[in-house]
């Protein structure tokens, strides 16, 4: 039973990017290593996500030493978010503290910095039409 879990947790994690990429495509070509920990109950499931630039998404159960960021969750929160955030809820998951973030300042600052650039022309985009 434990490797459904497993598998589940791993296509979530892909599909999570994916969708998150799709509506912050400035974000894509980014190379970086993070590690994602989903915490259910009694058992913390550890994933480092490796990623490569545009649709080059590596998954892996396990812990990710080289990890330069770290996201934490619980795990029913992350099902949820996975298949149906946007943008402005992984903002207010971030901020409200249902996720977090850590790891090296400048990365996070960077993502933060595009993503907001984004959202602006979201607005911007619906302003006008």
């Known amino acids: 039973m434990p490797t459904e879990k497993t598998e589940d947790a791993k296509t979530l994690i892909e599909i999570a990017i994916k969708r998150f990429l799709e509506e912050v495509p400035a974000l ?14 009694g058992d913390v499931q550890l994933y480092r ?13 396990g812990i990710a030493q080289d990890a330069r960021v770290r ?11 996975a298949k149906e955030a946007h943008i402005a809820d992984w903002r207010e ?13 400048q990365i996070l600052k960077l993502i933060v910095h595009v993503v907001e650039k984004q959202e602006e022309r979201q607005r911007t985009r619906r302003a006008r039409q």
């Not at 998951?93 to 300042?105: L, P």
């Open 28 to 41: 894509a070509p980014l190379k970086l290593i993070f590690a994602v920990e989903l915490r259910g109950r």
């Open 49 to 61: 996500v490796e990623l490569g630039g545009h649709d080059d998404i590596t998954v892996a159960k």
């Open 71 to 81: 996201v934490e969750m619980p795990r029913a929160f992350f099902n949820v978010m």
């Open 93 to 105: 998951a971030f901020t409200y503290g249902q996720a977090k973030a850590t790891g090296v300042e």
